[in-house]
Protein backbone atom coordinates (compact mmCIF):
# COMPACT_ATOMS: atom_id res chain seq x y z
CA UNK A 1 0.00 0.00 0.00
CA UNK A 2 1.16 3.66 -1.20
CA UNK A 3 1.69 6.10 1.90
CA UNK A 4 -0.58 9.13 2.56
CA UNK A 5 -0.10 11.91 4.17
CA UNK A 6 -2.11 13.89 6.77
CA UNK A 7 -3.55 16.42 4.67
CA UNK A 8 -4.27 14.16 1.86
CA UNK A 9 -6.14 11.71 4.25
CA UNK A 10 -8.23 14.03 4.95
CA UNK A 11 -9.17 15.24 1.03
CA UNK A 12 -9.42 11.31 0.64
CA UNK A 13 -12.22 10.97 2.75
CA UNK A 14 -14.19 14.60 1.43
CA UNK A 15 -13.76 13.24 -1.60
CA UNK A 16 -15.14 9.92 -1.05
CA UNK A 17 -18.34 11.08 0.66
CA UNK A 18 -18.82 13.51 -2.29
CA UNK A 19 -18.85 10.93 -4.58
CA UNK A 20 -20.90 8.59 -2.59
CA UNK A 21 -23.14 11.80 -1.41
CA UNK A 22 -24.89 14.20 -3.77
CA UNK A 23 -25.73 16.31 -0.72
CA UNK A 24 -21.75 16.65 0.53
CA UNK A 25 -20.09 19.92 -0.81
CA UNK A 26 -17.12 21.96 -0.19
CA UNK A 27 -17.02 25.80 0.56
CA UNK A 28 -14.59 28.51 1.79
CA UNK A 29 -11.96 30.82 0.72
CA UNK A 30 -9.86 29.88 -2.56
CA UNK A 31 -10.86 26.15 -2.39
CA UNK A 32 -12.08 25.78 -5.88
CA UNK A 33 -9.26 27.69 -8.68
CA UNK A 34 -6.49 27.87 -5.78
CA UNK A 35 -7.64 24.42 -4.31
CA UNK A 36 -6.93 26.10 -0.71
CA UNK A 37 -3.61 27.44 0.74
CA UNK A 38 -2.69 24.45 1.68
CA UNK A 39 -3.75 22.18 -1.68
CA UNK A 40 -6.13 20.02 0.07
CA UNK A 41 -8.88 20.18 -2.66
CA UNK A 42 -6.57 20.10 -5.42
CA UNK A 43 -8.63 18.56 -8.37
CA UNK A 44 -11.91 19.09 -6.54
CA UNK A 45 -12.94 21.24 -9.16
CA UNK A 46 -12.34 19.27 -12.23
CA UNK A 47 -14.60 17.02 -10.53
CA UNK A 48 -16.93 17.89 -9.10
CA UNK A 49 -18.06 21.43 -10.45
CA UNK A 50 -18.14 24.91 -8.93
CA UNK A 51 -21.67 24.01 -7.73
CA UNK A 52 -20.19 21.80 -4.98
CA UNK A 53 -16.78 23.18 -4.54
CA UNK A 54 -17.48 26.87 -3.51
CA UNK A 55 -15.31 29.36 -3.78
CA UNK A 56 -16.74 32.04 -0.90
CA UNK A 57 -15.88 36.15 -0.10
CA UNK A 58 -13.41 36.69 2.79
CA UNK A 59 -16.30 36.45 5.32
CA UNK A 60 -16.22 33.89 7.56
CA UNK A 61 -19.64 34.70 9.19
CA UNK A 62 -21.14 34.27 6.28
CA UNK A 63 -19.68 31.57 4.94
CA UNK A 64 -21.01 29.68 8.04
CA UNK A 65 -24.38 31.18 8.42
CA UNK A 66 -25.29 30.08 4.65
CA UNK A 67 -23.40 26.48 5.58
CA UNK A 68 -26.17 26.56 8.19
CA UNK A 69 -29.00 27.61 5.84
CA UNK A 70 -27.80 24.74 3.35
CA UNK A 71 -27.66 22.06 6.09
CA UNK A 72 -31.06 23.14 7.05
CA UNK A 73 -32.19 22.39 3.67
CA UNK A 74 -30.92 18.74 3.56
CA UNK A 75 -27.10 19.54 2.07
CA UNK A 76 -23.81 18.61 3.68
CA UNK A 77 -21.29 21.33 3.84
CA UNK A 78 -17.94 21.22 4.52
CA UNK A 79 -16.33 24.45 5.41
CA UNK A 80 -13.09 25.30 5.56
CA UNK A 81 -11.41 28.11 7.22
CA UNK A 82 -8.44 29.31 5.46
CA UNK A 83 -6.63 28.98 8.81
CA UNK A 84 -8.63 28.03 12.02
CA UNK A 85 -7.83 31.46 13.59
CA UNK A 86 -10.31 33.22 11.52
CA UNK A 87 -12.88 31.42 13.29
CA UNK A 88 -13.39 33.58 15.37
CA UNK A 89 -15.37 36.09 12.83
CA UNK A 90 -17.97 33.01 12.95
CA UNK A 91 -17.97 32.71 16.85
CA UNK A 92 -21.60 33.61 17.14
CA UNK A 93 -23.09 31.71 14.20
CA UNK A 94 -21.34 28.44 14.96
CA UNK A 95 -22.37 28.74 19.41
CA UNK A 96 -25.70 30.99 19.42
CA UNK A 97 -27.42 28.88 16.08
CA UNK A 98 -25.48 25.84 14.83
CA UNK A 99 -24.66 24.00 18.23
CA UNK A 100 -27.88 25.82 19.41
CA UNK A 101 -30.10 24.66 16.98
CA UNK A 102 -31.40 21.22 18.20
CA UNK A 103 -32.27 22.65 21.54
CA UNK A 104 -34.16 25.64 19.62
CA UNK A 105 -35.82 23.73 16.81
CA UNK A 106 -35.49 20.03 17.19
CA UNK A 107 -33.17 20.25 13.95
CA UNK A 108 -29.64 19.17 13.22
CA UNK A 109 -26.94 21.08 11.59
CA UNK A 110 -25.05 18.50 9.88
CA UNK A 111 -22.20 20.74 9.21
CA UNK A 112 -17.93 20.44 9.69
CA UNK A 113 -15.84 23.32 9.82
CA UNK A 114 -12.56 22.39 9.61
CA UNK A 115 -8.86 24.46 9.71
CA UNK A 116 -4.90 24.38 9.67
CA UNK A 117 -4.13 25.01 13.60
CA UNK A 118 -1.46 24.98 15.61
CA UNK A 119 1.92 26.26 15.79
CA UNK A 120 5.28 25.16 14.70
CA UNK A 121 5.21 26.69 10.93
CA UNK A 122 6.59 30.10 11.87
CA UNK A 123 3.09 31.25 10.84
CA UNK A 124 2.87 34.26 14.36
CA UNK A 125 -0.02 34.84 16.62
CA UNK A 126 -2.77 35.10 13.73
CA UNK A 127 -1.69 31.69 12.30
CA UNK A 128 -0.75 29.66 15.23
CA UNK A 129 -3.46 29.38 17.37
CA UNK A 130 -5.47 26.43 19.50
CA UNK A 131 -8.85 27.20 19.39
CA UNK A 132 -10.40 24.05 20.84
CA UNK A 133 -10.47 26.09 24.68
CA UNK A 134 -12.94 28.30 22.93
CA UNK A 135 -15.75 26.08 22.09
CA UNK A 136 -15.38 23.28 24.74
CA UNK A 137 -18.29 24.83 26.91
CA UNK A 138 -20.53 24.71 23.82
CA UNK A 139 -23.00 22.31 24.22
CA UNK A 140 -24.36 20.75 20.97
CA UNK A 141 -20.44 20.87 19.56
CA UNK A 142 -18.39 18.34 18.14
CA UNK A 143 -14.93 18.71 18.19
CA UNK A 144 -12.38 16.38 17.04
CA UNK A 145 -8.62 16.71 16.82
CA UNK A 146 -6.73 13.61 15.17
CA UNK A 147 -3.37 13.09 15.02
CA UNK A 148 -2.62 10.52 12.77
CA UNK A 149 -3.20 10.46 8.74
CA UNK A 150 -5.58 7.41 9.43
CA UNK A 151 -7.22 9.44 12.08
CA UNK A 152 -7.83 12.39 10.03
CA UNK A 153 -9.36 10.18 7.15
CA UNK A 154 -11.52 8.18 9.59
CA UNK A 155 -12.49 11.44 12.35
CA UNK A 156 -13.65 12.91 8.58
CA UNK A 157 -15.82 10.38 7.56
CA UNK A 158 -17.90 10.36 10.40
CA UNK A 159 -17.95 14.62 10.95
CA UNK A 160 -19.55 14.42 7.50
CA UNK A 161 -22.36 11.92 8.53
CA UNK A 162 -22.88 13.31 11.64
CA UNK A 163 -26.41 14.76 12.18
CA UNK A 164 -24.73 17.64 13.93
CA UNK A 165 -21.85 20.55 14.03
CA UNK A 166 -18.37 19.19 14.24
CA UNK A 167 -15.56 21.19 14.82
CA UNK A 168 -12.44 19.44 13.10
CA UNK A 169 -9.02 20.72 14.24
CA UNK A 170 -6.14 19.76 11.70
CA UNK A 171 -2.63 20.53 13.10
CA UNK A 172 -0.98 21.98 10.22
CA UNK A 173 2.47 20.68 11.32
CA UNK A 174 1.18 17.39 10.66
CA UNK A 175 -0.22 17.86 7.09
CA UNK A 176 2.71 16.68 5.36
CA UNK A 177 5.10 14.87 7.80
CA UNK A 178 2.65 12.28 9.05
CA UNK A 179 2.58 9.47 6.39
CA UNK A 180 1.13 6.25 6.82
CA UNK A 181 -0.38 3.52 5.25
CA UNK A 182 -4.40 4.47 5.51
CA UNK A 183 -7.46 2.12 5.10
CA UNK A 184 -9.75 3.92 2.92
CA UNK A 185 -13.21 3.85 4.20
CA UNK A 186 -12.76 3.37 7.65
CA UNK A 187 -14.64 5.11 10.03
CA UNK A 188 -12.94 6.13 13.56
CA UNK A 189 -15.69 6.95 15.95
CA UNK A 190 -16.66 10.50 17.38
CA UNK A 191 -15.98 10.33 21.25
CA UNK A 192 -13.09 7.36 21.45
CA UNK A 193 -10.06 7.85 22.60
CA UNK A 194 -6.98 5.06 21.99
CA UNK A 195 -4.27 4.02 24.00
CA UNK A 196 -1.40 4.45 21.58
CA UNK A 197 1.61 3.07 23.68
CA UNK A 198 0.41 0.73 26.56
CA UNK A 199 2.36 1.02 30.02
CA UNK A 200 2.29 1.28 34.27
CA UNK A 201 3.87 3.63 35.70
CA UNK A 202 2.53 6.65 34.77
CA UNK A 203 -0.24 8.27 32.04
CA UNK A 204 0.76 10.64 29.05
CA UNK A 205 -2.39 12.09 27.64
CA UNK A 206 -2.50 14.49 24.57
CA UNK A 207 -4.09 15.32 20.75
CA UNK A 208 -3.08 15.84 17.68
CA UNK A 209 0.76 17.22 17.61
CA UNK A 210 1.69 16.78 20.70
CA UNK A 211 1.29 12.99 20.89
CA UNK A 212 4.46 12.66 19.35
CA UNK A 213 6.02 15.02 22.06
CA UNK A 214 4.53 12.05 24.50
CA UNK A 215 5.57 9.24 22.25
CA UNK A 216 9.28 10.60 21.95
CA UNK A 217 8.95 11.35 26.03
CA UNK A 218 8.21 7.84 26.62
CA UNK A 219 10.69 6.46 24.36
CA UNK A 220 13.05 8.56 26.75
CA UNK A 221 11.49 6.86 29.80
CA UNK A 222 11.87 3.21 28.67
CA UNK A 223 15.63 3.93 28.65
CA UNK A 224 15.45 4.64 32.03
CA UNK A 225 13.20 1.89 32.86
CA UNK A 226 9.82 3.56 33.51
CA UNK A 227 6.50 2.28 31.41
CA UNK A 228 4.74 4.99 30.01
CA UNK A 229 0.76 4.50 28.53
CA UNK A 230 0.24 7.29 25.94
CA UNK A 231 -4.06 8.44 25.52
CA UNK A 232 -4.61 10.20 22.41
CA UNK A 233 -7.99 11.62 22.90
CA UNK A 234 -8.56 12.21 19.43
CA UNK A 235 -11.52 13.60 20.10
CA UNK A 236 -12.28 16.60 22.18
CA UNK A 237 -16.26 16.77 23.22
CA UNK A 238 -17.30 14.51 23.66
CA UNK A 239 -14.14 13.21 26.11
CA UNK A 240 -13.75 9.93 26.44
CA UNK A 241 -13.15 9.82 30.24
CA UNK A 242 -13.24 5.76 30.94
CA UNK A 243 -10.00 5.39 28.85
CA UNK A 244 -8.57 8.13 30.87
CA UNK A 245 -9.68 6.35 34.22
CA UNK A 246 -8.62 2.78 33.46
CA UNK A 247 -5.55 4.17 32.85
CA UNK A 248 -4.88 6.53 35.64
CA UNK A 249 -6.59 3.18 37.95
CA UNK A 250 -3.33 1.29 36.89
CA UNK A 251 -0.50 3.54 36.54
CA UNK A 252 -1.63 5.76 39.89
CA UNK A 253 0.04 9.27 37.66
CA UNK A 254 -1.11 11.35 34.62
CA UNK A 255 0.45 13.81 32.90
CA UNK A 256 -2.01 16.44 30.53
CA UNK A 257 -0.18 17.83 27.31
CA UNK A 258 -1.68 19.96 25.12
CA UNK A 259 -0.08 22.63 22.64
CA UNK A 260 -3.09 24.92 23.62
CA UNK A 261 -2.82 28.12 26.56
CA UNK A 262 -1.90 26.31 30.05
CA UNK A 263 -5.00 28.72 31.59
CA UNK A 264 -8.61 27.63 30.90
CA UNK A 265 -7.09 24.64 28.45
CA UNK A 266 -8.52 20.81 27.87
CA UNK A 267 -6.04 19.61 31.02
CA UNK A 268 -7.59 21.75 33.35
CA UNK A 269 -11.25 20.36 32.50
CA UNK A 270 -9.50 16.94 32.28
CA UNK A 271 -7.78 17.72 35.40
CA UNK A 272 -10.75 18.05 36.96
CA UNK A 273 -13.01 15.12 36.26
CA UNK A 274 -9.89 12.54 36.77
CA UNK A 275 -9.43 14.52 40.98
CA UNK A 276 -13.41 14.05 41.00
CA UNK A 277 -13.66 10.22 39.95
CA UNK A 278 -9.78 8.61 40.56
CA UNK A 279 -8.63 10.76 43.65
CA UNK A 280 -8.36 7.52 45.37
CA UNK A 281 -5.89 6.00 42.63
CA UNK A 282 -3.60 8.94 42.66
CA UNK A 283 -0.24 8.48 43.97
CA UNK A 284 0.91 12.21 42.79
CA UNK A 285 -0.81 15.21 41.73
CA UNK A 286 -1.63 15.58 38.00
CA UNK A 287 0.21 17.37 35.91
CA UNK A 288 -0.38 19.88 33.21
CA UNK A 289 2.18 20.48 30.31
CA UNK A 290 0.79 23.23 28.14
CA UNK A 291 1.92 26.66 26.36
CA UNK A 292 2.40 29.78 28.05
CA UNK A 293 -0.32 31.94 28.56
CA UNK A 294 0.96 34.77 25.78
CA UNK A 295 0.65 34.86 21.98
CA UNK A 296 2.86 32.64 19.36
CA UNK A 297 5.23 35.24 18.47
CA UNK A 298 6.89 35.23 15.01
CA UNK A 299 10.64 35.42 15.15
CA UNK A 300 12.65 35.78 11.80
CA UNK A 301 15.81 33.72 11.34
CA UNK A 302 19.14 36.69 12.64
Known amino acids: MATTTYIDAIGKAIAQEMRNDDSVLLMGEDVGHYAGAFKMSKGFLDEFGDTRVIDTPISESAIVGHAIGMAYMGL???????FIDF????????INFAARSRYR???GVPMVIRGP???GVSGGPFHSQNVESYFLNTPGLRIVAPATAQDAHGLMLAAIRDEDPVLFLEHKFLYRRIKEEIVEGQVTPIGQAIVRRPGDDLTLVS???KLFDCLEAADVLAEEGKSCEVIDLRSLAPLDMDTIFTSVKKTNRIVLVHEACLTGGPGGELAARISEDCFDWLDAPILRVAALDTSVHYAPPP
Request: proline share 4%; net charge negative; with cysteine.
Open 87 to 94: IACSYDMI
Open 105 to 107: HGL
Open 207 to 209: YGA
Open 117 to 119: SGG
Open 76 to 82: RPVVEMQ
